[in-house]
């Protein structure tokens, strides 16, 4: 049994059938034997967190799923448990393993009752309903029985995922049960990490059920699970000769009237997450008071586009967005940049003109959020949420270089490599200048030789870890320069993650 790791493959709902078949066909495991290991991952997980809980509730399903609750039941009755299974399907459609299991359960004594519509009270609840085959809007008795398990002051746990949530897409079909565990099998399922996953699934732990490895070995996943800093070896600590133009020079451009804070953040972004010198081209009114915030910056008023480009001449690399607007400036300026030819960073209203004049932009980041996603899509935010794997493939086919779908286990797409997951972040996250930060700390890894895809991949990671280690004083109130000196300790891995600011 382990957690969810970091670099793990993620699975379609098809995949995962693909190497239970193999397991079973290929390695000779039994259903019945997986399904047995299953109940008695979920059911040792049970003990070990909440050894004082006496009365255990299992709602069950039809399918194999229900059939793992079976196998819970038996094993924590075996224990002196005060175990309750409710039973939502017609047990006349019970079949095979979860047959195999439901009458070893009964053949113990276990109790069984169909759901009238109450459930009783419990310790712990184990949703062992629909699994990962749901592909419609729970309704009925299993939405009823959902929604009452969510409203009961119980631990709540799901088996492989919780009931309601589509496994493909991390999306939520009518209604889900919200769990405070989930233990999964075989293979990490995707949907178990990106948008309304987060609000269900609590802790994940995997367990591969003594499923030998080379199972997987002809199945390749579409999509993997990042690990804390995915190219750790390229933030080694720096030569002792190392001077500042050898650690990057990035032009951050934005800030329009009103806006002149995002521009800021993006730049001390920037500074503190390892950039050798920032410039930053913003309009004068904000030029001067920034300056005199943070002398570190280099600020050039820029009152109109062919201002930019000298100072873009002078830089490796643009960062181009925050605050920037979409009136005659902003475009303007978008237009140099675009004309620069350097590795670009797009955020905020540089997307918004993109999407106004979509054209492939193959050495670019782009870090969309749902909406600007939608407007790059030519879609409804709600068809980029419904399946974000596809909307971050699609954006990435149209614009080419690298997405960064913002979120809730944001996503990375690039062209020759599965999508990356970041499994960090908080709801805290969710507040003005988040993003703008995010676009200086990829634009600070660029300046500093990383590629693309490893910019993009480092700074969501390193940015969402940061809010993490920031919000450990509370999410409510954290604000996006709370991120800046726990950055700065993440580019040093070196030393200690724990360091104080």
């Not at 609840?125 to 592909?135: N, R, S, Y």
């Not at 806006?259 to 953040?265: I, Q, V």
């Not at 106004?356 to 193959?362: I, T």
């Not at 979120?407 to 003005?432: E, Y």
Request: aromatic share 4%; charged share 20%; proline share 5%.
């Amino acid at each position: 049994m382990i957690e969810s790791n970091p670099g793990s493959p993620l699975y379609t709902t098809a995949q995962v059938r693909a190497l239970d078949r193999a397991a079973i066909e290929d390695c000779g495991i039994s259903g019945f034997t997986l399904m047995s290991r299953a109940g008695e991952a979920v059911f040792a997980e049970i003990e070990r967190r909440w050894p004082a809980a006496r009365r255990l509730l299992v709602l069950c399903g039809a399918g194999n799923n229900g059939g793992d609750g079976y196998v819970i039941a038996r094993l924590a009755a075996g224990q002196g448990l005060d175990v309750r299974v409710v039973q939502l399907a017609d047990p006349e459609r019970i079949r095979g393993d979860a047959a195999t299991a439901r009458a070893r359960y009964l053949a113990a004594g276990g109790d069984e009752r169909r759901f009238d519509g109450s459930l009783p009270a419990a310790d712990v609840l184990v949703d062992a309903l629909l699994g990962t085959g749901l592909e419609r809007p729970v309704e009925g008795d299993f939405a009823a029985a959902i929604e009452q398990a969510n409203a009961l002051p119980v631990h709540r746990v799901a088996v492989d995922i919780p009931s309601g949530l589509n496994a493909d897409t991390g999306r939520i079909l009518g209604v889900a049960f919200r769990a405070e565990l989930t233990v999964s099998f075989i293979g990490l399922k995707r949907g178990l990490f990106t948008g309304e996953a987060a609000d269900c699934c609590g802790e994940i732990i995997f367990d591969g059920l003594a499923v030998p490895a080379c199972v997987g070995a002809g199945i390749e996943a579409g999509a993997e699970l990042l690990p804390a800093c995915p190219a750790r070896a390229a933030l080694a600590p720096r030569a002792r000769s190392a001077h500042k133009g050898a650690a990057g020079r990035l032009l951050v451009v934005g800030g329009d009237y009103g806006y002149g804070g995002a521009a800021r953040l993006a730049g001390e972004a920037a500074l503190r997450s390892g950039a050798g010198l920032v410039a930053l081209a913003t309009r004068a009114e904000h030029a001067f008071a920034h300056a005199a915030a943070r002398p570190e910056l280099m600020c050039h008023p820029v009152a109109e586009r062919r201002e930019l480009a000298a100072l873009a001449g002078r830089a490796d690399v643009i960062a181009i967005g925050p605050g920037l607007g979409q009136a005659s400036w902003g475009r303007g300026l978008l237009a140099e940049a675009l004309l620069s030819e350097r590795p670009l960073v797009l955020d905020a209203d540089a997307l918004n003109l993109l999407a106004q004049d979509p054209r492939p932009l193959p050495h670019a980041v782009l870090t969309p959020h749902p909406g600007e996603a939608a407007r790059l899509l030519g879609c409804e935010v709600g068809a980029v949420e419904a399946d974000r794997y596809a909307a971050a493939r699609e954006l990435q086919r149209r614009y080419a270089g690298v997405v960064v779908l913002k979120g809730a286990g944001t996503l990375i797409a690039s062209a020759r490599a599965p999508v990356a997951v970041c499994p960090f972040g908080n709801p805290g996250m969710a507040s003005g200048g988040m993003g703008d930060v995010l676009t200086g700390v990829i634009g600070a890894l660029l300046a500093q030789w990383f590629s693309s895809v490893d910019a993009a991949r480092t700074g969501v990671c390193l940015h969402a870890r940061a809010g993490d280690v920031a919000a450990a004083r509370g999410e409510r109130g954290l604000i996006a320069s709370d991120l800046f000196g726990w950055l700065r300790a993440g580019v040093n891995p070196e030393l200690d993650e724990d360091m104080e600011p």
